[in-house]
């Protein structure tokens, strides 16, 4: 499990969801747009739905478990890239658009 740390939370997720996250979140932040993220909690407090506004000035990071390359998935990318520039935000959600359930947890 890889991890996207920001100013207030680690959300864990498999190191291909997060390589996809990735990609969109950095290809925002240099077009200097910012974004809602949303998910969904899938650890302690199960099914809750969270949300984080995210700017280029946001400081993040991203932890993976593998060192290993994650091939993207073109169609995938295009999906996360339509969904972060939408009203609603950027969703964190499978290949198939399926909400993938993270792990949260707050840093403070």
């Known amino acids: 499990m890889g991890s996207f740390i920001s100013a207030d939370w680690a959300l864990r997720m498999d190191d291909r969801v997060l ?9 925002q932040f240099r077009r200097g747009e910012g974004f ?6 899938g650890g302690a407090n ?4 969270r949300s984080l506004w995210l700017s280029p000035s946001t400081a993040v990071g991203f ?3 593998s060192p290993d390359p994650v ?3 073109l169609a995938w990318i295009a ?3 339509a969904a972060a520039g939408s009203v609603e935000g950027l969703r964190i959600v499978d290949a198939d658009g399926r909400d993938v359930p ?7």
Do not use: K, R
Request: charged share 20%; net charge negative; no cysteine.
């Open 71 to 73: 091939p993207l998935e």
């Open 102 to 108: 993270v792990a949260t947890e707050p840093l403070h």
């Open 79 to 81: 999906a996360l890239s």
């Open 19 to 27: 390589t996809h996250l990735e990609y969109v979140v950095i290809q």
């Open 63 to 65: 932890e993976f478990e």
């Open 36 to 41: 809602v993220l949303t998910w969904v909690d």
């Open 46 to 49: 199960g099914g809750i739905e």
